[in-house]
């Protein structure tokens, strides 16, 4: 019998939900038992534990699937175009749509300022983002590359024509479904938002470099440099902003600044670590009717997470010496970058939390004309971007600070 895809994610789909209405209940009742007996029993807390396994698992099987049939669709929209099929990093969209503009300014010289085009879809692939986002591909088709993840690649990703982007933030929710009589009479029970309007504006994200003249007539070089050094700095700098943006000046409102606020100290046990914390975390998010799909954590913290021993000294977290895929805790996929105050961790359901939306996808400009170019038989290569973030659901976000952070 053939396998069927699509009654496959099916059937996961309705398991994760199964599984989903479990866990919801489970966190209730571990509220009602840590309030009654001020802590919880063994066998609470394996159940919880368990739930939580049984749902990143099942989250895991079917972003798999999802990723296997879009990477199929991929694959298949690529052959009947007579392409190979790969993602190509700035560098070659560069060479590819510029090659003989390049080839005519390095014959008849770089006078003023000159376009090499504005590339829209450099983000949105995997490897596209040149040496930032490696990643290795298989002959098999897998459903997850591995590559470094950015919190980019966590949020929902969408596109926007407008300067100006206004949207509405939900900042409460109250009350929950019930089993009601049929009777005509009584009132439905009220599951009851509240929205705040709020409104954001694109920003701008740019960097240069210079480069020699007599790079126009190697471009090979030319794509290697706008690869390695001007699209790693621009995305470097996207990806912190969208994470840790404060909203102040010209800076995005971020991830961090929009996030609700750890609030389970009471509940921590003695001795908590950040582990605990995250696992705490993860329920507040799943009380606020919300499903975790990821967590963000400093590059020391997740270091000395993957570093823990159990009692005979063996890794908790494996072979440090197999290569292995997108690390997860629970089930849920984990990023750690140096953009996250040490000791501090984000957890939360991302792609339903927020959205990043791009006005422009970058743009590389060649020009003569910056300080003493001309002196020194230079050019100034410019890359810019334009986008905003909006996170619309900060219930789906816990962050928790660091005592004296």
């Known amino acids: 019998m053939a396998f069927d895809m699509e009654m496959a994610l099916g059937d996961l789909k309705d398991n994760f939900e199964k599984v989903t209405a479990k866990l919801n209940e489970g966190v209730q009742n571990v509220l009602a038992e840590n309030k009654r007996l001020g802590g919880l029993t063994d066998e609470t807390k394996a159940a919880v534990d368990k739930a939580l396994a049984e749902q990143g698992e099942l989250k895991t099987r079917i972003d798999e699937m999802q990723a296997s049939a879009r990477e199929l669709e991929q694959r298949f929209a690529s052959g009947r175009r007579g392409g190979a099929g790969g993602a190509k990093s700035l560098g070659q969209l560069v060479v590819d749509e510029a090659t003989e503009a ?4 390095a014959k008849s010289g770089v006078n003023g300022n000159h376009s090499l085009g504005v590339f829209n879809a450099i983000t949105s692939a995997p490897g596209s983002g040149g040496a930032l986002l490696p990643e290795r591909r298989e002959s098999e088709i897998v459903a997850e590359p591995d590559k470094k993840l950015v919190i980019k690649d966590l949020i929902t990703v969408g596109e926007t024509g407008q300067p100006l982007i206004k949207y509405f933030r939900e900042v409460s929710r109250s009350g929950a479904a019930g089993i009601v009589p049929d009777d005509g009479v009584t009132v439905k029970p009220l599951i009851d938002k509240v929205w705040d309007a709020v409104e954001a504006s694109v920003k701008t994200i740019a960097g240069r470099m210079e480069i ?4 126009l007539d190697d471009i090979p070089a030319l794509r290697s440099d706008i690869d390695t050094t001007l699209t790693y700095e621009v995305n470097k700098v996207e990806n912190a902003q969208i994470l840790a943006g404060d909203g102040t000046g010209e800076n995005f409102s971020g991830l961090i600044t929009n996030a609700t606020a750890y609030a389970q100290t009471a509940r921590e046990p003695a001795g908590a670590t950040i582990l605990d914390r995250m696992r705490l975390a ?33 890794y908790i977290f494996g072979n440090p010496f197999m290569e292995t895929p997108t690390p997860r805790l629970w089930g849920r996929r984990v990023v750690d970058t140096e953009d996250m105050p040490e000791g501090d ?26 300080r003493d170019n001309f002196d020194k038989n230079m050019l100034t290569v410019r890359g810019e971007k334009r986008g905003v973030v909006a996170v619309k659901r900060p219930l789906a976000l816990c962050y928790y600070t660091a005592p004296g952070g």
């Open 282 to 314: 993860m329920l507040q998010v799943t009380a606020a009717g919300y499903v975790v799909d990821a967590h963000v954590l400093n590059i020391w913290d997740w270091a000395a997470a993957e570093m823990l021993k159990d009692t005979t000294g063996r």
């Open 102 to 105: 390049i080839q005519a300014l």
């Open 212 to 215: 020699h003249k007599h790079m």
């Open 345 to 370: 961790f984000l957890t939360g359901a991302f792609k339903l939390a927020a959205t990043y939306y791009e006005r422009q996808g970058i743009e590389i400009l060649l020009s003569s004309e910056n």
